[in-house]
């Protein structure tokens, strides 16, 4: 019993020199945490993810091929429902706008799609130092519609020489989604290769051609069925058209 009595004694003396050596290395919880407040202990309101409610604008390109009514058209849909829109439009897109739709310059093209412009932002295709050209501004992705076969080879081979071609590079780098709405046809060789590449870079190419499932009895209904498409694409809950049930 006196052996099994030191033994117990020398075991508390080790124990007791431990916590005392451990106590020397720790450091204290208050070098990392912040000074205990009157509201620490009550239950803090829940805030809503920055997931949920997106507020990252959508850049819209609109560049020199055929098929301004459906950039246009987009355009409208956008600012109609207060949707963030960067618009970037090349010098041949505004050649474009005035030869389809009789759209000279921006004020035209403000009343053309309805004048509630407070969302949208316009840029100088010029300006390849504007905010579409950084990764670091944060955008839901990039819509180029239409999309001449320059503006495809440009961005299948990342020349980035105006804010467009840039803004392009950028959404690819950074993984957001880019929609290329060609409506170039038929199609060559070359430019099958360039929408290729594109593609394989993780482009989403989204050609111009409706369907006619839906019976349109008006030019209007088939520029919707594509600028349907594109919404999904963007993951914006809009509906312009009436969904295939299969019946």
């Known amino acids: 019993m006196q052996n099994e009595g030191q033994h117990l004694a020398r075991y508390a003396a080790e124990a007791s020199g431990l916590r005392s050596l451990n106590s020397s290395f720790c450091i ?12 620490t202990s009550q239950t ?17 390109a609109i560049t020199g091929a055929s098929g301004a009514p459906y950039g246009v058209r987009l355009l409208e849909v956008l600012a109609a429902h207060g949707v963030p829109t960067w618009l970037l439009v090349s010098a041949h897109g505004w050649r474009l706008l005035e030869e ?37 501004a944060r955008t839901r992705g ?10 495809v080879a440009a961005i299948a081979h990342g020349t980035s020489r ?7 590079d950028v959404t690819l780098k ?9 409506r170039e046809t038929p199609l060559s060789l070359i430019h099958m290769r360039n929408l290729t590449l594109a593609a394989e870079a993780g482009a989403t190419i989204l050609p111009a051609a409706p369907g006619f499932y839906h019976r349109p009895q ?10 349907q498409r594109v919404l999904d694409q963007l993951g914006l809950e809009i509906a312009l058209v009436k969904r ?4």
């Open 218 to 227: 008006a030019v209007r209904e088939l520029v919707d069925f594509i600028v």
């Open 100 to 136: 389809e739709c009789g759209i000279e310059g921006e004020p035209a093209l403000r009343t053309a799609t309805g004048g509630e412009w407070h969302s949208v932002h316009v840029f100088d295709d010029k300006d390849r130092g504007a905010a579409p050209a950084s990764g670091s």
């Open 244 to 247: 295939w049930g299969g019946e």
């Open 44 to 60: 803090q309101p829940h805030t809503e993810s920055p997931r949920a409610v997106s507020t990252h604008p959508v850049v819209l």
């Open 174 to 182: 950074e993984r957001r989604p880019l929609l290329l709405v060609p």
């Open 142 to 151: 990039m819509v180029v519609c239409p999309c001449s076969m320059g503006t």
């Open 162 to 168: 105006s804010l467009i071609e840039r803004a392009a």
């Open 28 to 39: 204290p919880h208050s070098a990392f945490a912040s000074p205990p407040s009157a509201s």
